[in-house]
């Protein structure tokens, strides 16, 4: 080999390792600086120092963290401190993450990328956490505000009146999905726009108005204080009789009830009572002249029911003791539409 190419051979060696001290140098300078192109929880940090990183992060991310979090709906708001949530977020691991991010892969690839520019298009992940346990709490306390039990129509009745009360729907909150919407504001504070919004759903009650006739195909209502029974058929009032109910210290029982039992010329299970006289404890059987139950029996609570009588003169007055009682006509006529089970509302 003659001396021009030895010359030749170490001046390449010499640029060579030139390039090599270039290229080492330049990815040297690069180290500590985030690649192009790199986002953290969606906030660009490409380009940056670890201190401007950390710094920006800090602006960007954690001072909205300080912030509540709050729920609307229908013109309420439900709000979950800060404080509660335990907030906590490690910005200086995020920014060791994004720039260990920019340093994969091989030495030449980083070179080329910083020779023409290129970016790496990443998002590095939010490293927020926050309790749980606050959370599900919160979501919690705001489905107890909001959800509510579909409501059945149902009849509102007085001694004179059956009136309608409309059914209501009910509400079932997506809890889940409120948690998750939650937690995904925790970890991406930037795109969370104002309140966040539960998903309602509309729960049916089993009965609606349009059915409530079914339900309630017959009923009964006493007005004690008039004297008078109101039959009642697909909630339209049928025919007012006139009755007589209980007296002083014998009262006919107010309140709802139902036809538990009917018979035809009843037998009387007479109480033990002062009043029953020599018939006290006895049973009188139906169809005798001595059994004031007459024809018909309708009971509806404890020994009370609805009965026919021949003493005609008390109707109209407080005379029984405890029973209604009807003419034996009319008696008849009822007995013959009122199924076991209709309602029975006295007042």
Same mark, same amino acid.
């Given at each position: 080999?003659?001396?021009?190419?030895?010359?030749?051979?170490?001046?390449?060696?010499?640029?060579?390792?030139?390039?090599?001290?270039?290229?080492?140098?330049?990815?040297?300078?690069?180290?500590?600086?985030?690649?192009?192109?790199? !986002?953290?929880?969606?906030?660009?940090?490409?380009?940056?120092?670890?201190?401007?990183?950390?710094?920006?992060?800090?602006?960007?991310?954690?001072?909205?963290?300080?912030?509540?979090?709050?729920?609307?709906?229908?013109?309420?708001?439900?709000?979950?401190?800060?404080?509660?949530?335990?907030?906590?977020?490690?910005?200086?691991?995020?920014?060791?993450?994004?720039?260990?991010?920019?340093?994969?892969?091989?030495?030449?690839?980083?070179?080329?990328?910083?020779?023409?520019?290129?970016?790496?298009?990443?998002?590095?992940?939010?490293?927020? !956490?926050?309790?749980?346990?606050?959370?599900?709490?919160?979501?919690?306390?705001?489905?107890?505000?909001?959800?509510?039990?579909?409501?059945?129509?149902?009849?509102?009745?007085?001694?004179?009146?059956?009136?309608?009360?409309?059914?209501?729907?009910?509400?079932?909150?997506?809890?889940?999905?409120?948690?998750?919407?939650?937690?995904?504001?925790? #970890?991406?504070?930037?795109?969370?726009?104002?309140?966040?919004?539960?998903?309602?759903?509309?729960?049916?009650?089993?009965?609606? !108005?349009?059915?409530?006739?079914?339900?309630?195909?017959?009923?009964?209502?006493?007005?004690?204080?008039?004297?008078?029974?109101?039959?009642?058929?697909?909630?339209?009032?049928?025919?007012?009789? !006139?009755?007589?109910?209980?007296?002083?210290?014998?009262?006919?029982?107010?309140?709802?009830?139902?036809?538990? #039992?009917?018979?035809?010329?009843?037998?009387?299970?007479?109480?033990?009572?002062?009043?029953?006289?020599?018939?006290?404890?006895?049973?009188?059987?139906?169809?005798?002249?001595? #059994?004031?139950?007459?024809?018909?029996?309708?009971?509806?609570?404890?020994?009370?029911?609805?009965?026919?009588?021949?003493?005609?003169?008390?109707?109209?007055?407080?005379?029984?003791?405890?029973?209604?009682?009807?003419?034996?006509?009319?008696?008849?006529?009822?007995?013959?539409?009122?199924?076991?089970?209709?309602?029975?509302?006295?007042?």
């Amino acid at each position: 080999m003659g001396r021009k190419s030895k010359i030749a051979i170490v001046a390449a060696v010499a640029t060579l390792l030139l390039c090599a001290s270039g290229v080492y140098a330049l990815d040297t300078s690069r180290q500590d600086q985030i690649a192009e192109g790199v !986002t953290i929880g969606g906030i660009d940090v490409g380009g940056m120092s670890r201190e401007d990183a950390q710094r920006l992060l800090r602006h960007d991310l954690v001072e909205p963290l300080r912030e509540p979090v709050v729920v609307a709906f229908e013109g309420k708001r439900y709000t979950l401190p800060a404080k509660r949530l335990g907030i906590r977020a490690d910005v200086a691991g995020m920014v060791e993450d994004a720039i260990d991010v920019g340093r994969d892969g091989g030495l030449p690839s980083r070179v080329f990328r910083y020779v023409t520019g290129g970016e790496v298009d990443q998002d590095v992940e939010a490293e927020v !956490t926050h309790s749980a346990k606050a959370v599900e709490r919160f979501v919690r306390a705001v489905a107890d505000r909001i959800e509510r039990d579909p409501q059945d129509a149902t009849v509102s009745a007085t001694g004179s009146s059956l009136g309608v009360v409309e059914e209501k729907d009910g509400r079932e909150m997506r809890r889940d999905q409120l948690v998750r919407r939650i937690e995904a504001s925790i #970890n991406s504070p930037l795109s969370s726009t104002g309140p966040l919004r539960p998903t309602v759903i509309r729960t049916e009650p089993d009965v609606t !108005t349009d059915e409530l006739a079914d339900v309630y195909p017959y009923f009964i209502t006493v007005d004690r204080g008039s004297f008078q029974l109101h039959f009642w058929r697909d909630l339209k009032r049928v025919k007012t009789y !006139t009755i007589a109910v209980g007296q002083v210290g014998y009262d006919t029982p107010a309140g709802l009830y139902h036809v538990q #039992n009917k018979a035809v010329d009843p037998a009387w299970s007479v109480p033990d009572s002062d009043w029953a006289g020599d018939l006290a404890g006895t049973v009188v059987p139906g169809g005798v002249a001595e #059994n004031p139950l007459k024809e018909r029996w309708m009971g509806i609570y404890d020994g009370a029911g609805i009965h026919g009588t021949d003493a005609t003169y008390s109707l109209g007055t407080a005379a029984s003791h405890g029973c209604i009682r009807m003419s034996i006509p009319d008696v008849i006529e009822l007995y013959d539409q009122v199924p076991i089970q209709t309602p029975v509302y006295i007042q």
